[in-house]
């Protein structure tokens, strides 16, 4: 079996990583979701 | 263009404000679950803290793949806007845990086999998912057609979808090096629970991501309908 010692190291990689990657997607949803509204406002005559 | 102003102003409803905010919280909560109590596995170590997100991961993303084929055959049905724009929503989010699923388990491969990766049948199978969804995804931004772009991306998120069974069962089908599925009878309970609440946790937030999502692809289209509509009849486009 791997070295027990280092297993922390592992561990706070793979949690680190799905943070990262859920608030990234968070993010991309949030610009998503203004530019959207934003091409409704320019399409619509307020842009 | 009262519709347009509508869309502009566009409010999300109620129970999709409630869960983004349950998200994070389910999230944390089942992540300080998992950590607080289960204890340190005899063959795994504190590693099989890794599983907690791994596999909420992977089945989340089977989930979303599940909504890409459904909504797709019903696109291929029906030729209703909604479908096509749900599935490539699931497609998007179904990726991204798929991808989050890759990484994890290569980083619990390192620490566990010694290696980020290995040609191993789940491996393989799981990579060749998620390469064909990067595939449709491509395709998506590529086609410029919106009925030609849903006829196409429809067939292969059917297809794509239909390699979910073949990931889940290459490890029996195949076996390689990934261990095959624990079930709740092989689970000692504490891990169970920890691993349910993570899967319940990555749930919430596979609904919330999609909802998002589509609802941003849906007010997109319909603004672009709408002016296109506008400008055909030559009417007035300012609200």
Known sequence: MPDAANVWNYVIAAYAVTWVGLIGYS????????????????????? | MDEMKALRENRAPAWLVALTVVAPIA???????GFAYSPTAEDFQDSQKIMYVHVPAAWNAFLAFFV???????YLIKRTERSDLLAASAAEIGALFTGLTLVLGSIWGRWAW?????????????????????????LRSFTEDPERRATWSAGVGIFGALNVPIVYMSVRWWRTLHQ???TPETLTPIYKWALRANA???LIVLIVFIAWRYRAARIERRAEALHEEAVLEGGQLHA
């Open chain 2, 114 to 138: 010694g290696v980020w990766w290995t040609w191993d049948a789940r491996l393989t199978s799981t990579a060749v998912l998620f390469i064909i969804f990067i595939g449709y995804l491509s």
């Open chain 1, 27 to 47: 993010v991309r949803l949030w610009v998503l979701t203004r530019r959207a509204k934003d091409t409704a406002a320019e399409l619509g005559g307020e842009g």
């Open chain 2, 200 to 202: 319940i946790a990555f």
């Open chain 2, 180 to 182: 095959t599925q624990s």
């Open chain 2, 68 to 74: 890409v084929f459904w909504a797709s055959v019903v």
């Open chain 2, 27 to 33: 999230v944390i909560a089942a992540q300080w679950f």
